[in-house]
Every structure is written in structure tokens, then in C-alpha cells.
């Protein structure tokens, strides 16, 4: 039987604010509008030469303007990976309307990460320092190029004096980062944690690399169709970039302000395949395990999961692997569970993906609207439902939202709407 999840967890998480830079929307609402409208943010490179690379599309983030955000001489320290972190961070905090002052300082966190860091800035840095020597070196380049300076920017933004840092599981990161934050203030370490994740892999050197594994969708002439997620003819994953915050908040403190609450973060689990460095475990048991730690977590059994968010790459390991770890997990109530992965178009946004999509799982919660699964024509799984082509209205109680990366690291996170 489950258990009580107001029993189970004498501290309890919730989402009280949220903000988000993405390919397909640079705030949350006109996020939220473009995954349930079915809009692409795929199309062909233009920042830099493609030519010679054989993935020449990805999910840029266009249009950008981080000045509302920040003042000049901090938007010119930061990679722009950083300054998507900063932006959604300011966004989140508006959001949940978190009160200024000195009082929640001390028990204010910031848990914000990356899965590439400031590969753009380094790479620029590096060429800079080859060319013209050690005087070329900038003087904030330790703190810019460092995988916490997010945490680090976000921190000085809002005095956060409790915890805070950064952790890399390559695509689980956003996932992670979460979970671990949710993690702190159920333990007393923090009150508020602002968390979630920020990448901006969208170079020639991050498309080599990524691209020499066979892991990136070299459908070049027909960018928006590139990313199928669970579909039979996928071929990979499209490269994207951004980033994604929320604010946890403990139950009780978010009550006392009169605090908006999203949801609630109802169970965290995390494990590793321990297998090899890019492919999922053949029979998905790292996956298996942390989706049913989760559920253990929440204290909900497999048939009250009313919808779940895919990690869903199009990579075609990834898929297959990730369909059969929900038949095994969730066993005779897995066809009559809505799944769907949006990647297809956000494009995988790597450290920030995990933290968008529980992003769009709250919304889903909120506004009783499942995202659907774009491209998904011919399905490998003909007993599952991915959500195909469109939203669905539907009322959504609970959900997991899965993220695998590279490494092995998995990561899941169960949401719920939030009774008192």
C-alpha cells in the first residue's frame, strides 16, 4: 500500500516560482504555449560555420537580450550559459514573489548547474591566450569559466547566504539539481532554494564532439522533423540550449507569505547504470530502479501516475531502453499512462532539459493540459501512448518526470498537485 505522503515527509517541497529561457520562448508562458501549440525551435545554425560538421541544426536560443535581466559589467563577465541561469533566475524569484531583505538570506540556497559549462567562453578564452599570451587573460576568467558560476551569480544577485553550488550529471543535471535542492530543505539546511539548470553546448567543437558518438540527428535538410522522439525512424538527438529555475520553497513557509504554489515535489530518487560512458544499461535497470525509488519517495503506487515526462531523446537506445523501463516499472497500467518527451521541440537543452521539463510537467499539473510528443508518426511501442502530434486535455494529479544522461546518471522526479 502507499503511504501517506503527508506522513512521509515531515518537511514538504513545493514550487512556488519558476523561470525559463528556451529556444521556443523566453519566459515561461510563452514556453508553456509553444510546447502545447506544437512550435519548433529546430532550424538551421547561422552563429557560426556548419560546413564541414555532419549535425549542422540545432535549438538556439534567439533573440536573447540579457540586459533586463542584469547589469552591463556582469553580462560582460558571463558566458551566455550563465546568463541564461541569471535570467531565469530573476524570472523565478518575480514569479514567487520572494520577499527582498535580510531575514531569509541565511536560509536562502542556490543550486543551479551545468552538463557543459562555459564551453563557448573557454573556447574563445583559450584561442585569446594562444594568440596573444598571459596579459590577454581577463581578470574574472577563473570565476566565469568555473561549472558554479551560475550558482555563484544568482547568490550575489539575491544574498543567498545558506547552501549552494553546482553538480554535473551530463543530461540528468537539471533533474538532479532539483531533487538534491529539494533534498536540502527537507532536511532543515534551507527554507527556499532557487535550482534547476543552464547550458548553452552550441558550438562547432560541441557539435563535433557530440556528434562523433552517433548520438546527434543528422537530418539536416528538414529541421523541425529532425527530433522524433519513440518514433521508429529517429536518428538522434538535436542539440539546444537555455536555461530553467524554480523556487522550492518548504510548505509551511510558502503558506505564511501567502505564496503562489505550482506543485509539490512529492518524491527524488537518483541512481547509475555503471555500465558504459554513453549507453544506457541494455535492460534499463538504472532506470527501472529510480523511477520506482520515486514513486517510493512520493509514497504513490505505478497506477496513480497520471502522465509522465519522457526524458525522450530520439536517439534510438535511449528511446527503446526508456519504453521498456516504464513497462517494467509500471507493468499493466503502462499502456493507459500518457507519455511524452519535448524534446523534439526544445531540442535537448542538456543541463537546463531536466529542469524545463519539470517546468512543463507543473504546468501540465496546473493547467490540466498534457504536452503532446511532435514527430512521433510510426511509434516502436504501439502499446504505449506518447501523446502523438497533439496536447491533450487531462486532468493530471501526478506525474514523474525522467531524465538519463551520459554517465549513467539517471535521475526522476515525481510532482503532484499540492494539497495541504
Known amino acids: 500500500m502507499p503511504r501517506d505522503q503527508r506522513t512521509h515527509h515531515t518537511r514538504r517541497v513545493v514550487v512556488t516560482g519558476a523561470g525559463v529561457i528556451s529556444p521556443v520562448g523566453h519566459d515561461v508562458d510563452t514556453f508553456w504555449s509553444s510546447v502545447t501549440e506544437g512550435r519548433c525551435g529546430v532550424a538551421p545554425i547561422t552563429s557560426f560555420d556548419v560546413s564541414d560538421l555532419s549535425t549542422k541544426i540545432a535549438a538556439e536560443v534567439r533573440g536573447f537580450d540579457p540586459a533586463p535581466y542584469m547589469p552591463h559589467k556582469v553580462m560582460r563577465r558571463l558566458d551566455r550559459f550563465a546568463q541564461f541561469g541569471l535570467a531565469a533566475a530573476v524570472q523565478a524569484v518575480e514569479n514567487a514573489k520572494l520577499p527582498p531583505g535580510d531575514a531569509l538570506r541565511p536560509r536562502l540556497g542556490v543550486l543551479v548547474s551545468s552538463g557543459y559549462g562555459s564551453s563557448g567562453m573557454q573556447h574563445s578564452l583559450y584561442t585569446r591566450f594562444a594568440e596573444r599570451g598571459p596579459r590577454s587573460v581577463p581578470p574574472y576568467t577563473t570565476s566565469a569559466i568555473a561549472v558554479d558560476c551560475p550558482s555563484a551569480e544568482i547568490a550575489l544577485r539575491f544574498g543567498a547566504g545558506g547552501p549552494s553550488g553546482s553538480m554535473s550529471t551530463a543530461c540528468a543535471t537539471g533533474t538532479m539539481s532539483v531533487g538534491e535542492a529539494a533534498m536540502w530543505i527537507r532536511t532543515g539546511r534551507a527554507d527556499v532554494v532557487l535550482a534547476g539548470g543552464c547550458d548553452d553546448s552550441i558550438s562547432r567543437f560541441d557539435l563535433a564532439s557530440t556528434g562523433i558518438t552517433g548520438a546527434l540527428s543528422r537530418r539536416n535538410d528538414d529541421p523541425e522533423r529532425a527530433c522524433r522522439p519513440f518514433d521508429r525512424d529517429r536518428d538522434g538527438f538535436v542539440m539546444g540550449a537555455g536555461g530553467a529555475v ?15 504554489i505550482l506543485g509539490e515535489i512529492a518524491g527524488y530518487a537518483s541512481t547509475t ?5 554513453t549507453a544506457p544499461h541494455p535492460d534499463g535497470l538504472g532506470a527501472v530502479t529510480v523511477m520506482r525509488l520515486a514513486l517510493d519517495d512520493a509514497g504513490l503506487a505505478p497506477g496513480e501516475i497520471d502522465y509522465i515526462n519522457a526524458h525522450g531523446t530520439g536517439t534510438v537506445l535511449n528511446d527503446r531502453t526508456e519504453s521498456m523501463a516504464i513497462r517494467e516499472v509500471f507493468g499493466e497500467h503502462a499502456p493507459g499512462i500518457p507519455i511524452s518527451s519535448i524534446k523534439a521541440l526544445t531540442g535537448h537543452m542538456i543541463g537546463a532539459a531536466g529542469a524545463a521539463e519539470l517546468i512543463a510537467t507543473l504546468m501540465a499539473v496546473r493547467d490540466g493540459v498534457a504536452p503532446p510528443t511532435v514527430n512521433c508518426d510510426a511509434p516502436e511501442d504501439e502499446g504505449l501512448d506518447y501523446i502523438p502530434h497533439r496536447a491533450r486535455p487531462m486532468r493530471v494529479r501526478a506525474a514523474l518526470s525522467n531524465s538519463f544522461g551520459f554517465g549513467g546518471h539517471n535521475s526522476a522526479l515525481v510532482v503532484r498537485e499540492w494539497t495541504p
Open 246 to 260: 524554480v523556487v522550492l520553497e518548504e510548505a509551511e513557509h510558502a503558506a505564511a507569505r501567502n505564496a503562489p
Open 273 to 277: 547504470d555503471a555500465f558504459h560512458p
